[in-house]
Each structure stands twice: as C-alpha cells, then as structure tokens.
C-alpha cells in the first residue's frame, strides 16, 4: 500500500502543446482569444434562446443545452493551460488530474449525445412534420437532455474509479496539456487493461452508436427531402440540417479519432491536435456555424445586443 499512496500524491507534469519556451507566448495569446470567443459566444447563444420566447422550441433547446456543454468543456481544459502557459508551472495534483478527467468525459458524453438528439429532432421536423409538436413533447425534450447528464455521471465517475485503482510508479509527465485518459494509462506500471476496454466499450456507446443513428436519421432526411417538388422546398428543407451537420463532422471527425482509431496510428501529437479540435476550435466555432446560418438566431442576438446598449445607455 506504501507505493500507492506515494505515487497518488506525486503530482503529473503536462507537458503542454509544445516545449518550446519561444512558443509559449504564442500560444497563450491565441488559445486566450479562443477560449474568450468561446465564451462570449456560446453565453450570448443560451441567453439569446432564453430571452427570446420565439425560440422556445425544442430544436433552440438542444442548442442552448450544446452551447452550455461546449462552454462547459472549453472552460475544464483551457484555463489551465493558459495558466501553465502564464506561471511556468506545469503540475497537476494527482486529485486535481483525476478531477479535470472526470469533468472532461462528462462534459464530453453529454455533448455526444445532445448532438444525436438534435438529429433525432431534424428527422422527427423534415420526415414527421405534421406530427412533429406532438413527438417533440416538453416532457420528452427534457427526458432526452436529462438523460445523457445523469448517464455521462455514472459513465464519468465509473473511469475516475477504474483509474484510481492504478499505481504510477514511474514518469509523471504526461504529453499532453490536459489530463485524459489514454496518456494518463500509458504512463501505469500496473495493469491497465479493464481500463482500455471499458474505454473501447463506452466509445462504442457515445461516439460509435450516437454517429450511425445520426447517418441513419439523415440517410431518412436526405430520402425525406429528395421528395419534395420544388428546388426552393429541398433547398429551405436542407438549410435547417446544414449547420447541425457541420457541428457533426467537426465533432466526431475528433472524437473518432481519439478513441475509436487503432492504437498503432495514434501518435502523442496527433492525439493533441485532435484534443485542440475537440476541446477548443469545435466550442468556439459552434456558435458561429448556428448563428451564421439562422436567421431567426441572428434576429434574436440582434435584439439582446440591441437592447444591451440601450439599458446601458
């Protein structure tokens, strides 16, 4: 018990993007910008959604329930390395490790499964639409957004136990800027093969099953639209699902990647640029991609501007 209790105290070293101290600057200014932009952005969308009482539908729903998740998520990786950046110091304690490992998955099931449940909610729209307010019931909106949080807490907390169970007898420094999982296993001196597949069987359950229901309800879609007569109706048809597929292929392009790809073909830089994609540029760019594309999101972030600089005036 000795060697447990002596490696659960020794702090892990992140080692960072780079380790190149000219670098730093650089980085700490660009992934500042990032992180404020992602804030700024995915706040002003559930604010939006909350004042504006046209938007109170379940499609804006999911979106406000997105961008609180993304906001969530950017905000339990990123400050701290902006501050490692900042100080120089680049220890985590081994609670603080497990801690940011447990939020970082539970934040990021959530996020998986939200985003196949606004799938769900374009294909109940384009394929049911006559029936589409009676489906899409307040009481299911909010079984499908509750759901994923309470099953990503038991899912979180289940790999936190698994990893406490280990034993770091050796190097502490993890290549990476964030503690997750697989980086954090390679550097056990213990077992770690419960560990591996229950990873691989939970990536199955929020990344592999959310993505092919998402291909299977837009193969229905895409059916659904190619029925319809006029260019004008495929085309306004298809505009509502575009910036939700662009949130798909940024989101599970990463995420694929990460855990679902063979351990061969991972590389410890692969893995944080698909970490940046995933914790950083997805969260900021998600605003964008809804706001750009919606007109009637834009007309509600025009009003609480608006209306910000009026009060304020």
């Not at 603080?96 to 799938?119: E, K």
Request: glycine share 4%.
């Amino acid at each position: 018990m000795e060697p447990r209790n002596q490696t659960s105290a020794s702090p892990f070293i992140l080692l960072g993007l780079s380790e190149n101290p000219e670098q730093e600057t650089l980085l700490f200014s660009l992934f500042l910008c990032m992180y404020l932009t992602t804030v700024v952005g995915n706040l002003l969308i559930i604010l939006a959604i909350s004042v504006d009482s046209h938007l109170h539908t379940p499609m804006y729903f999911f979106l406000a329930n997105l961008s609180l998740v993304d906001f969530c998520l950017a905000t339990n990786t990123i400050p701290k390395m902006l501050v490692s950046l900042q100080t120089g110091s680049k220890a985590i304690s081994y609670p603080c490790c497990l801690t940011q490992m447990y939020f970082f998955h539970f934040f990021g099931i959530v996020d998986s499964v939200i985003i196949a449940m606004m799938a769900y909610d374009r294909f109940v729209a384009i394929c049911h639409p006559l029936h589409y307010a009676t489906i899409m019931s307040p009481r299911l909106c909010g079984l499908l957004v509750g759901a994923p949080w309470a099953f990503s807490c038991f899912i979180s907390l289940t790999h936190i136990l698994l990893m406490a169970r280990l034993v770091f007898c050796g190097s502490h420094e993890v290549p990476h800027y964030f503690c997750d999982l697989t980086p954090i296993l390679r550097l056990s001196c213990t077992d770690t093969s419960v560990n591996r597949i229950f990873i691989l069987i939970v990536a199955g359950m929020v990344i592999a099953t959310p993505f092919v229901c998402i291909l299977a309800s837009y193969a229905r879609i895409l059916a659904a639209i190619m029925k319809v007569p006029s260019a004008g109706g495929r085309k306004k048809a298809f505009s509502t699902c575009s910036s939700h597929l662009s949130v798909v292929a940024l989101f599970y392009g990463t995420t694929i990647g990460i855990y679902l790809c063979p351990s061969s073909v991972r590389t410890a830089v692969k893995e944080k640029a698909s970490a940046v994609m995933y914790t950083a540029v997805t969260p900021m760019l998600n605003p964008f991609i809804y706001s750009l594309r919606n007109r009637d999101l834009k007309g509600a972030l025009r009003k609480l501007v608006n209306r910000k600089i009026t009060s304020s005036s």
